[in-house]
């Protein structure tokens, strides 16, 4: 008679899958809170302590952690010396084992850490030649069919074994995020002996398959953080519209992550992973109008963020405008009701970036591994930024330069940003070389240059981006200094009569 070992903290679909056991004549053993499910569901099964002899101990935190049932799991029948040490305790092996751990994820603390259930995964999982080893419900009805029909072999067998030990590391990566305080990179060293730690551990749970990568000809999906640290894109709820592309997300994420650097109501328009559009107004429907205006040719095809609720009056702005992505932190039921009109307009509900959250990080895939840094979160402070021409900037430049040097921080260098007030009115960037964005910029800028500001996401190693910015009108600039042309491009401003600022920190974006 074949014999499973059961110990599931999910019950779903456990009564139906044990019935379906117990009818091609297994022997089923199973600890505490599923023998009572199963007994309560009239499913006929032993109780684990059966086979150790020992009943659970310390408030049910062991219970399988026992010899003789992991002897059960790990033995190899069809090695003699393995079935004489069986038979020496009396023991007899198991043909399957059935464990879903402890909802750590869900309700994160030690004492919903598993022990004793990724024991047995792990134990069965390398057995699994012997031994089938199932963690996910969804695998129930498949393998019960297989075994009906005398169809399990090494394939299931392995790949089975394969989700297991996934399951178990991702598991793990979820507790060494907790005890980090949220943050995979946090060592707990103190002070100045902080770094990244030694091991790396990151563990992501399918969130849902995607029609395609970047291009129809690639492979895709979105995977969740194991353990969430805060609302996020993935917490959104999609109102209508079409399946969410791998494209769709990225630009999301890049318009989601930049409209919440401003306090006030702004909006953010992003196309191919860069801002195009950006601006603060008066209220949703004026930020939108004004970071539309600022490229009205780019912004067809993109996606669109706000920082306030998107109200019908915003909506009835957008008009025959093709946008593939609208995303704010709610949606007024008139929104709702205008947007119907356009089906296939993706609408994203995402619950607002909490205050104090952990500390992101950035992970990019490398030949070999993968390259890891913190988040750029810097805090800017105007106030504490240099001066370095005759002129100061005015009260209303030094505005405008708080204002792009927000957006510049999101734009792939060499990013240059062309501002007047709290508007975009030109964006360049993603080139080697730092002239050309800049002319792109003032090109797309035109004569709303004049009497505008420039932010610059790197120093100047020229004179030739300001001696542009002049020739356009530009009246400021900010740029993070440092270049050993400093000298050059300062007095560069102060014979066009223009202001300029160091930051003192760069911001590039690759």
Not at 21 to 47: E, H, I, K, N, Q
Not at 312 to 334: C, H, K
Not at 374 to 402: I, L
Not at 488 to 510: D, E, K, L, P
């Amino acid at each position: 008679m074949p014999r499973a070992l059961i110990s599931v903290s999910d019950k779903a679909g456990l009564v139906a899958f044990a019935e379906g056991l117990a009818g091609l004549g297994w022997d089923l053993f199973a600890s505490g809170g599923t023998a009572a499910t199963l007994r309560a569901a009239a499913v006929p099964c032993r109780m684990v302590e059966d086979l150790g002899g020992l009943p659970e101990l310390l408030g049910g935190r062991v219970k399988t952690l026992q010899v003789q049932i992991h002897a059960a799991i790990l033995a190899r029948p069809d090695q003699p010396e393995d079935r004489a040490d069986l038979a020496r305790v009396g023991v007899e092996p198991f043909d399957l084992v059935v464990v879903n751990l402890y909802p750590f994820r869900e309700r994160p603390g030690i004492e919903t850490i598993d022990i004793g259930g990724v024991a047995l995964l792990r134990a069965a999982a390398k057995n699994h030649a012997h031994v089938l080893v199932l963690c996910r419900p969804d695998d129930y009805e498949g393998v019960l069919t297989g075994l009906r029909q005398g169809r399990i072999g090494i394939e299931t067998r392995r790949r089975l074994a394969l989700e297991a030990f996934r399951h178990t590391a991702t598991y793990d990566a979820a507790i060494a995020a907790w005890l980090a305080g949220g943050h995979p990179l946090a060592d707990l060293a103190p002070g100045d002996e902080a770094t990244f730690p030694l091991e790396l551990p990151l563990g992501y749970v399918r969130a849902q398959g995607l029609r395609y990568g970047e291009n129809p000809h690639q492979r895709a999906a979105v995977y969740r953080d194991a353990l969430p640290n805060g609302p996020g894109l993935l917490d959104s709820q999609q109102l209508q519209g079409k399946e969410l592309s791998y494209n769709n997300l990225m630009d999301a994420e890049a318009a989601w992550d930049l409209v919440w650097r401003f306090d006030d109501s702004a909006c953010v328009a992003v196309k191919h992973a860069g801002p195009c559009g950006v601006a603060v107004g008066s209220t949703a429907a004026d930020a939108f109008s004004r970071a539309r205006a600022g490229d009205p040719v780019s912004i067809y095809g993109g996606i669109v963020a706000w920082n306030r609720p998107l109200d019908g009056e915003t909506v009835e702005l957008l008009g025959d405008l093709f946008l593939e992505v609208l995303i704010a932190p709610s949606v007024t039921e008139q929104a709702r009701k205008a947007l119907h009109r356009k089906k296939n307009l993706r609408v994203l509900q995402c619950p607002a970036p909490l205050a104090g959250r952990p500390l992101d990080y950035r992970v990019r895939r490398v030949s070999g591994g993968i390259l890891v840094q913190d988040e750029d979160r810097v805090t800017a402070d105007p106030a504490a930024w240099q001066v370095v021409t005759d002129r100061a900037p005015t009260g209303e430049e030094r505005r405008a330069m708080a204002f792009v040097w927000q957006v510049v921080r999101a734009v792939p260098s060499n990013a240059i940003v062309v501002g007047q007030g709290q508007q975009t009115v030109g964006i360049g960037g993603g080139a080697p070389n730092r002239i050309d964005p800049a002319r792109s910029a003032l090109r797309q800028a035109g004569e709303r240059s004049r009497g505008a500001v420039l932010a610059s996401d790197g120093f100047f190693p020229f004179d030739d981006v300001v001696q542009a910015a002049a020739e356009a009108g530009i009246t400021a600039v900010v740029q993070p200094g440092g270049s050993r042309s400093d000298e050059a491009s300062i007095a560069a401003c102060n014979r066009a009569g223009m202001a300029m600022v160091f930051t003192g920190v760069r911001h590039f974006r690759h």
